[in-house]
């Protein structure tokens, strides 16, 4: 028997990208299966059941796909209700039963991916010629991006999930401590690996290029305001950029750490900047969800988990 299609809501993301409005299309039909019927990506997305908005691993392959000018439907999906539809086309994916249904979950004809950094990197492989290049052409380059994205997502994310979710002060102060450490390794970790200009030239990798890759230069030209590889726009952003817009929006009202400032006094210019341009990016800002929407959010999570 044929399922009913997961119902499509109005796409939010659709409503506020105007600069790519030809790239965001509206989800039409499709078939049991999951494909599209016209063969178009399909990208399933949920609200972050702890900050409300848009989920920060559906946001990083919505950049993806706007700054590849990749044309998807978005389909959202309920995780505190999920379709059966959506559970079986999650374990066509990933066999495991075990596992809990996430998002995002990418269809691209019969490709089928799951997991944000595979399907951001995916894209950035997939589309090599179609609008931001995103990925390094060289493997050592490539390889520096995939290791910063990783220590991010192993040490970064963990310690802003650990502040937001402690309520004693005293819990509170330690898992500020954790969060700046974590970004002093940052700071470090871009002048390691980094490409940046000026005082943030690290040797052989100052001046790299891959704009004859179909690199970008970033949005802001500022200084002390460059991506990881200098004024090239790579996955290392997309990825970590969801992130790090939580971080600049909801600490300083929800924790009182104004993360941006703290940097500075810190004398951590580098990750200051990193982070001041990943939220300049147009994709970034049409697509993060406003404050308010974050801050709300975690009022109601921590009501609900109130003991």
Known sequence: MRRAPVQAHPSSTAARCKKFRHVVVQYRSKDQGGRDEKGDVVLYTATDPVHGGMCPYSQAVIMAL?????????VK????????????LYHSIIPDRGERERVPVLLNGTNRLVDSTTIVEYLAAAYPESGTALMPPDAYTAARVKLFSR????????????????SEPAMIEEAKKELMGALACVDEFLALH????GEYAVGPHYGWSMSSQGGEEGASAKPHEHFLMGPFY???EVLATPYVARMVQVLPEWRGLDVLAECEGRKLARVAGWMRACLGRPSAQLT??????LVDGLVQWEWSHAV
């Open 66 to 74: 706007l700054e590849k000018k990749v044309p998807f439907r978005e």
């Open 77 to 88: 999906v309920d995780l505190g209700a999920k379709p059966q539809e959506f559970v079986e």
């Open 151 to 166: 220590y991010f997502a192993d040490h970064v994310v963990p310690a802003y999930h650990h502040l937001v979710g402690v």
């Open 194 to 197: 980094g490409a940046g200009e």
């Open 234 to 236: 790579t996955t290392a």
């Open 288 to 293: 993060g969800p406003r404050k308010q929407e």
